[in-house]
């Protein structure tokens, strides 16, 4: 009985009501929403963390090499990829024939137990890949150059394109 009055209030709102009810849906929205962007901006942070590191990599690689102070910048294709554990299960149906009348495939995540509930058990994590980097060298001479950027292309699998190093 109550479902019905409130559809039938619902149904009732004209004009400035719709305003007020999407205002109060995307209210509602924005604080469900809370944990979600908790954990984006952790993955966010995460991907920053993993760039800085491949940029002290970077400046250190081309210190050694060409012997003048570096700077360098990384830009990620994509973040960090995770794999996790599952179980899978086929049941086949057969035909009197013994053909394959149909198939069924159920995969079902492994979990474990954590203080606050259950959690993914992980198998795999893949970082980010490194889709261009750019380095400054300044004083470096222009071999230098040449040699630090076939260098980091093969360390990275990356095209000449997105690697720019200069002096």
């Known amino acids: 009985m109550k479902a019905d009055s409130?559809?039938?209030?619902?149904?009732?709102?004209k004009g400035i009501g719709y305003i007020a009810l999407a205002l109060v849906a995307g209210v509602a929205l924005?604080?469900?929403?809370?944990t979600g962007g908790a954990e984006a901006q952790q993955t966010e942070d995460r991907n920053a963390l993993y760039a800085e590191?491949?940029?002290?990599?970077?400046?250190?690689?081309?210190?050694?090499l060409c012997g003048v102070e570096c700077r360098a910048k990384v830009r990620l294709g994509g973040g960090y990829v995770f794999s996790y554990a599952c179980d899978?299960?086929?049941?086949?149906?057969?035909?009197?024939?013994?053909?394959?009348?149909?198939?069924?495939?159920?995969l079902t995540n492994r979990t474990v137990n954590e203080g606050n509930g259950t959690a993914l058990v992980p198998v795999k994590e893949t970082p980010p890949n490194i889709a261009g980097v750019?380095?400054?060298?300044?004083?470096?001479?222009?071999?230098?150059?040449e040699a630090l950027k076939a260098l980091v292309?093969?360390?990275?699998?990356?095209?000449?394109?997105?690697i720019f190093v200069t002096n």
């Open 30 to 34: 924005l604080l469900l929403n809370r």
């Open 153 to 162: 292309a093969a360390l990275y699998g990356l095209d000449g394109d997105a």
């Open 88 to 106: 899978q299960s086929v049941r086949t149906g057969y035909n009197p024939d013994g053909s394959v009348s149909e198939k069924e495939t159920t």
């Open 6 to 13: 409130f559809f039938k209030r619902l149904a009732g709102i």
């Open 53 to 64: 590191q491949a940029e002290e990599a970077l400046e250190k690689l081309g210190r050694s």
């Open 134 to 145: 750019a380095i400054v060298c300044k004083g470096a001479s222009l071999s230098d150059a």
